[in-house]
């Protein structure tokens, strides 16, 4: 591949088999990529990274989306409000309801919006809530095989350096 750097970005949702997800990250990795990033509405995330991980030698990344705060519902609001534009789209609905989450599709297609990705949903892709807690998450996502975690926080400024702010060494 050469000196230059490059990462993948898949979205291995429906249609995709755990071989499927195996095999391309395989691939990525003998091709000399140094990271993949799963998508961060992609439900059962720590469960893709796994198979990524067990697929290659070293790359071991994530991507999480991340909402602090001291106040946990108004975290889990937050993400509702930047995430609701998935729960119009097929194939999220599609992913979501083979992971699992079928009465929250159920609502989606009932035109119900944020307000149909429930608690439970939020907390299986996402970073909620105060540092703390954030950091217990993110130490899951690690044992899983994550060794670069992408954290993904709303969209400005002001989120990002909360973020980094938060997690600075």
């Known amino acids: 591949m050469g000196s230059e750097r490059l990462s993948l970005s898949v979205?291995?949702?429906a249609g995709w088999s755990a071989d499927d997800?195996?095999?391309?990250a395989r691939a990525a990795d003998d091709a000399g990529f140094e990271?993949?990033?799963?998508?961060?509405?992609?439900?059962?995330?720590?469960?893709t990274a796994q198979l990524m991980g067990?697929?290659?030698?070293?790359?071991?990344?994530?991507?999480?989306?991340?909402?602090?705060?001291?106040?946990l519902a108004e975290c889990r609001d937050a993400a509702r409000q930047?995430?609701?534009?998935?729960?119009?789209?097929?194939?999220?609905?599609?992913?979501?309801?083979?992971?699992g989450y079928v009465a929250e599709v159920e609502q989606m297609e009932a035109g119900?919006?944020?307000?149909?990705l429930s608690d439970a949903?939020?907390?299986?892709?996402?970073?909620?809530?105060?540092?703390?807690?954030?950091?217990e998450r993110l130490a899951e996502?690690?044992?899983?095989g994550v060794d670069l975690p992408i954290l993904g926080p709303p969209v400005g400024p002001g989120p990002a350096r909360q973020v980094i702010d938060a997690f600075a060494a």
Request: net charge positive; proline share 5%.
């Open 112 to 116: 119900d919006g944020a307000a149909s």
């Open 82 to 99: 930047n995430l609701a534009l998935y729960t119009g789209l097929p194939f999220f609905r599609r992913m979501w309801r083979s992971s």
């Open 141 to 144: 996502y690690r044992s899983s």
């Open 21 to 24: 997800i195996r095999s391309v």
């Open 11 to 13: 979205i291995p949702g």
């Open 121 to 135: 949903m939020l907390d299986s892709f996402c970073l909620l809530g105060p540092v703390a807690r954030c950091r």
């Open 35 to 47: 990271a993949i990033f799963t998508t961060e509405v992609n439900n059962d995330a720590i469960a």
């Open 54 to 71: 067990s697929a290659t030698e070293r790359i071991r990344v994530g991507t999480i989306p991340t909402f602090l705060g001291s106040d």
